[in-house]
C-alpha cells in the first residue's frame, strides 16, 4: 500500500524544502538532549611522566631535577615502585616557574610564554594531508612545552573536537564553537570566553566545532550575494573575538574547516600560515588548490583595503615515507620550488600515532609500550623535531634566538638523539 505523500508547504522551493528538513531534525535532537549544556565526554586526567621524561622536556639533567626533590625544591613528584619519580604537567609547569626564578638567565628556556611587547602567536593550519593531526600535536606539543595554547577547531563536523575527545554522541550543541561568537546579529553573538573549554593539558583550552558552523557559512553567503549588506566581515569579527583573550594566552593554533568564509577568517587572523602536504603527486597538485583558495582570500581582503602580512607561510610534509624512492623526489621538488619556506622536518607515516587515534589518545598521554617502543620513538622524533621548528618561528617573530631546532636534535621526548625526518 502507497505511503501518504506529505501536503508540499505553499510555494516553498526546493531549497528552502532542504533546509526544512535539515532544521527539523537539529531542532529535535537538540530539544532531545536539552538538559546538558555541552552533551560531551570531558577528558579524563592525562598520565604522568617519568623523571628521564620531564628532563627531556625541560632540556635539564635526570640528576638535578633527582637532586631538587632530595633537596625538597620545586613540587613533590609521586614516588612509584624501585623509587621512581614521576611529574604531573602542571607539577612539571611548577618546575619551570622554579627554574626560571634560580637560573634568571635561562628564564626563557624554562617558561617560555610571551612577554610584554610580544604579540599573540595566531597559527592558521589550512586543510591539507593530516592537518587535523598536525593542529592536534602541534596544540599539545607547545603545552608540553610551557606555552599557554588556545586551539580553535573551525570544522563543523568536528574532527579535531573529536582527537581531543569531545562530541563523541554526535548531537549537535547550542553556541558552543566559533559561530555563536562571529555571528552577525549582536543580539545573540556570545562571549569568546563563554565557549572556550578546558582539556585535560595544563595550559591548553579548546574551541570545539560544531554544525552551527555549517549555519554561519550559509549566513555569510546570503549575505556576500546581497546588495543589502556585501561582503561579510567575518575576518575583522575573528580578529576582535581573539583579542577579548588575547592576554591569556601566548599561541592560538585554528584548525581551518571546509567553509569559505570561516577559513578566509582564520587567514585573516592569522600571524602565521601552514600548509600541509602529503609527498605524492596528486596530493601535492590538490595543496596547489589550496593555495589557489588561499591566495583568493587574501586577495579579498587586500581588495577591502584589509592587506594581510603574515610573519610565516611555511610548508610541512606529512605521512612520509623516506625509504620511497617516489617521495624521495616529490619532497626534493618541493624543496627547490619553495626554499626555506619548506619545514626542515617531515612528518613520518607511523602506525603508532594511528594507534593513538584509535584509543582516541595522542601519542604524548601514551607511553611507548602502550603502541611499541621503536614506533612510538620513531615517531615522537618527527612530532617533536617538526614543533620545534614552529617553536624557533616564533621565536624569530618574538625577537628571541632560536633554541628549540637544536635541542630537538640533542634528544626527544623519547629519549633518542637522532631525527630521522633529516634523513629524507
Known sequence: MPQPVSPPHEKETTSERIGRYRKEIQDRLIERVAAPKYPIAFPSTLRSFSLGEVAEILGVSGSYLRQLSIDGLGPTPETGTAGRRSYTL????????????????????????????????????????????????????????????????????GSLSKMFGYLRTG????????????????????????????TKFDGLNFVPGTFELGDFEDESSRRCYSSKWGYPDAGIRMVNALKEVEEKYDVVVIHCGHGSFLTAAAYEAATGVLMTVRPELPEILSMTLSLGHFQHFVSLMEQAGRPVAHDFIKFLVTRHDPRDLSQQEAVAGLRDSLGNDLLTATVWESGAILQAWTKNLSLYE????????????????TLSSTNAEVMDLMCQVWG????????????????????????A
Open 90 to 157: 602542571p607539577q612539571i609547569n611548577e618546575l619551570r616557574a622554579h627554574l626560571a626564578s634560580t637560573r634568571p638567565k635561562e628564564a626563557l628556556k624554562f617558561c617560555p610564554r610571551r612577554r610584554d611587547g610580544e604579540k599573540l602567536q595566531i597559527i592558521s593550519v589550512a586543510v591539507g594531508s593530516a592537518s587535523t593531526t598536525t593542529s592536534f600535536y602541534l596544540a599539545q606539543g607547545l603545552a608540553l612545552q610551557g606555552f599557554r595554547v588556545l586551539a580553535i577547531d573551525l570544522d563543523e563536523r
Open 171 to 198: 548531537f549537535p550543541v547550542h553556541n558552543a564553537s566559533m559561530s555563536a561568537v562571529l555571528r552577525y546579529d549582536d543580539d545573540d553573538r556570545v562571549s569568546m570566553g563563554s565557549v572556550i573549554l578546558p
Open 366 to 381: 601514551l607511553s611507548a609500550g602502550d603502541v611499541g617502543r621503536s614506533a612510538y620513538e620513531q615517531a615522537m622524533e
Open 400 to 423: 628571541r634566538p632560536p633554541i628549540y631546532v637544536s635541542q630537538a636534535s640533542r634528544t626527544t621526548i623519547a629519549g633518542k638523539a637522532k631525527s630521522p625526518s633529516r634523513m
